[in-house]
């Protein structure tokens, strides 16, 4: 079998992103879509994202190679159901849900483990819906495959294949296995993200002094809290024990930190801090994986206008390329307020001696 028509049942965030990976991969992929409105299969068939689109599901997913399921959990379920005597022998579905124990389990009282390889791309954005898809957000992300112990293994060569045209990098797990990775690496960090965000609104001043002032670290630990509650209900509600006994671990932990820092002995969470610097470094280091090292200098510029024009001619006339640049609105943890990231060691190596031998004061993370 040859992966070349493709069906989704739902086309939002991901949904769209994973579409138009396919297409810039494949261009000649047929490309069959469902979705509730009839404006969302517009805009998709406008784009040249889909080939067809329908608001019912239908026998038009008959001859599909691969169908993704994109809604939420409960309502791929269901949709599983819906699809059961649509398709034919041959087809394989997917979904791309966070949580892989539930649809693994309708699979089975389904009778579908013959054609089911569940799917993950941890990829995403705060933003939803097909208007913010992006095929670039599954580049350099881990796409996780939880197969049946009855799917064709060439099924599954075909899909990992199929991932890696995407720019993704696939990885296959157990179902059980894989509910447990992400609630500890995704799922704990977004309850834990939206508590702390809750936490300062609760003891801000009636000023709002709080969040006036709040600065990089807690903005950066704090973004996921602003992804969709819908879907982030949805996903913490399929994964409760793994995601409870998970919590219960990080309390007692916070529960020590307390009595540390209630403590007062001086270095009592150094060791907090030293262990935890070093596991998190050791992810820049890591050959794979979407967290990569940065190449990143901080430098002082004057307030006015012309100066980061300056900047940037000064790179190029030297020859060194700017992968990204952009203003630092704080001082919390960066010195500078230009903030300029480069392709590689080199590049960074060059662009601080250039700066420091026409003394722009300029800083570099440790």
């Known amino acids: 079998m040859s992966m070349n028509t493709f069906g989704f049942l739902s086309l939002g965030l991901i949904g769209g992103s994973i579409a138009k990976a396919i297409r810039n991969s494949n261009p000649n992929a047929k490309i069959i879509a469902y979705a509730r409105?009839?404006?969302?299969?517009?805009?998709a068939l406008a784009n040249g994202i889909i080939d067809i689109g329908t608001t019912q599901i239908t026998d038009i997913f008959?001859?599909?190679?691969?169908?993704?399921?994109?809604a939420p959990v409960s309502i791929n379920n269901r949709f599983l159901e819906q699809l059961k005597p649509m398709i034919s022998s041959k087809t394989i579905i997917t979904d791309v849900g966070s949580v892989k124990g539930t649809i693994h389990e309708t699979v089975e009282r389904l009778g579908l483990n013959h054609q089911f390889i569940g799917g993950h791309p941890m990829a995403g954005s705060e933003k939803t819906g097909l208007s913010n898809a992006n095929a670039m957000i599954l580049e350099n992300a881990y796409y996780i495959l939880t197969p049946t112990t009855e799917v064709p293994q060439k099924a599954v060569e075909e899909y990992y294949t199929l991932v890696q045209a995407m720019g993704a990098i696939p990885l296959v797990l157990s179902c059980s296995e894989h509910d447990y990775v992400t609630a500890a690496v995704s799922h704990?960090?977004?309850l834990v993200a939206?508590?702390?965000?809750?936490?300062?609104?609760?003891?801000d001043t009636a000023e709002g002094t709080m969040k006036l002032i709040a600065a990089g670290g807690f903005k950066d630990i704090t973004r996921i809290a602003s992804s969709s509650p819908e879907m982030w209900e949805s996903i913490c509600m399929s994964n409760t024990k793994q995601i409870a006994d998970l919590l219960d671990d990080y309390i007692t932990s916070l529960q020590t930190i307390s009595k540390e820092v209630r403590?007062?002995?001086e270095g009592a969470v150094f060791d907090l801090f030293t262990a935890s610097k070093q596991y998190r470094d050791s992810f820049l280091d890591s050959p794979r994986g979407p967290i990569k090292k940065v190449f990143v200098c901080y430098v002082d510029i004057k307030d006015e206008a012309?100066?980061?024009a300056a900047v940037a001619t000064l790179l190029a006339k030297a020859d060194i390329s700017i992968k990204n640049i952009g203003i630092v609105h704080n001082r919390e943890f960066e010195a500078g307020v230009l903030q300029v990231e480069?392709?590689?060691q080199v590049s960074l190596d060059n662009a601080v001696a250039l700066f420091e031998k026409l003394h722009y004061p300029v800083y570099q993370r440790k």
């Open 37 to 43: 409105r009839q404006n969302t299969l517009d805009e």
């Open 62 to 70: 008959y001859d599909c190679d691969l169908i993704f399921l994109c």
């Open 188 to 190: 704990v960090p977004h």
């Open 194 to 203: 939206a508590a702390l965000a809750n936490l300062v609104r609760d003891h």
């Open 263 to 265: 403590s007062g002995r």
């Open 306 to 308: 012309g100066s980061i």
């Open 342 to 344: 480069y392709y590689n």
